[in-house]
T-cell receptor
Framework: EDKVVQSPLSLVVHEGDTVTLNCSYEVTNFRSLLWYKQEKKAPTFLFMLTSSGIEKKSGRLSSILDKKELFSILNITATQTGDSAVYLCAGQTTSGTYKYIFGTGTRLKVLA | GAVVSQHPSWVICKSGTSVKIECRSLDFQATTMFWYRQFPKQSLMLMATSNEGSKATYEQGVEKDKFLINHASLTLSTLTVTSAHPEDSSFYIC?????????????FGPGTRLTVT
């Protein structure tokens, strides 16, 4: 059965800290790994990773995929209170209709 | 671009009634739409995949007679929760995959919060 596991489940840091969120996956016919940020409503897209070892970067956020070890990390540097959210990763399969399998999420709280 | 809307954003209904949730892709056509359910402090669970013009594909454990999905056009899919019970109270989110794009990315709607009393 396909599954995506994230760690830690929750994390509390202070502004300015750097955090690393982990995502491991077992997805049949894997195509891509995605990261989303969810605050009150629907998830907002952060990254889609399809190739191993190539870092994707957007401002203070970056992410990388390791297809050999089946995991990805999301880094956030110089955290701000606005980064407080649930971060979801999802594995995409090519089976069927390219559906996503979401992980449990990491709840990040950044204290001022 | 790639905006998905849902209606209503919030609905309260009485136990035993049915409620319909609409998902629309506003500026693109989508042959495939996905319906997710999210309970408080839990992740998104895929309920079903909706394909325009054909029957929806339900995930294991999801009752297709209770959660009716219709994808009548390339911009609209509906989810009807029939004979709703309090345990159906949840956050329902749809997503749509643009037709013809190579990235196979999904664009999410803002979600519908259903409360069954």
């Amino acid at each position: 059965e396909d599954k995506v596991v994230q760690s830690p489940l929750s994390l509390v840091v202070h502004e300015g800290d750097t955090v690393t969120l982990n995502c491991s996956y077992e997805v049949t016919n894997f195509r891509s790994l995605l990261w989303y940020k969810q605050e009150k409503k629907a998830p907002t897209f952060l990254f889609m990773l399809t190739s191993s070892g190539i870092e994707k970067k957007s401002g203070r956020l970056s992410s990388i995929l390791d297809k050999k070890e089946l995991f990805s990390i999301l880094n956030i540097t110089a955290t701000q209170t606005g980064d407080s959210a649930v971060y979801l990763c999802a594995g995409q399969t090519t089976s069927g209709t390219y559906k996503y399998i979401f992980g449990t999420g990491t709840r990040l709280k950044v204290l001022a | 671009g790639a905006v998905v809307s849902q209606h209503p954003s919030w609905v309260i209904c009485k136990s035993g009634t049915s409620v319909k949730i609409e998902c629309r892709s506003l500026d693109f056509q989508a042959t495939t739409m996905f319906w997710y359910r999210q309970f408080p402090k839990q992740s998104l669970m895929l309920m079903a995949t909706s394909n325009e013009g054909s029957k929806a594909t339900y995930e294991q454990g999801v009752e297709k007679d209770k959660f009716l999905i219709n994808h009548a056009s390339l911009t609209l899919s509906t989810l009807t929760v029939t004979s709703a019970h309090p345990e159906d109270s949840s956050f329902y989110i749809c997503s749509a995959r643009p037709m013809g794009r190579d990235s196979y990315e999904q664009y999410f709607g803002p979600g519908t919060r259903l409360t069954v009393t």
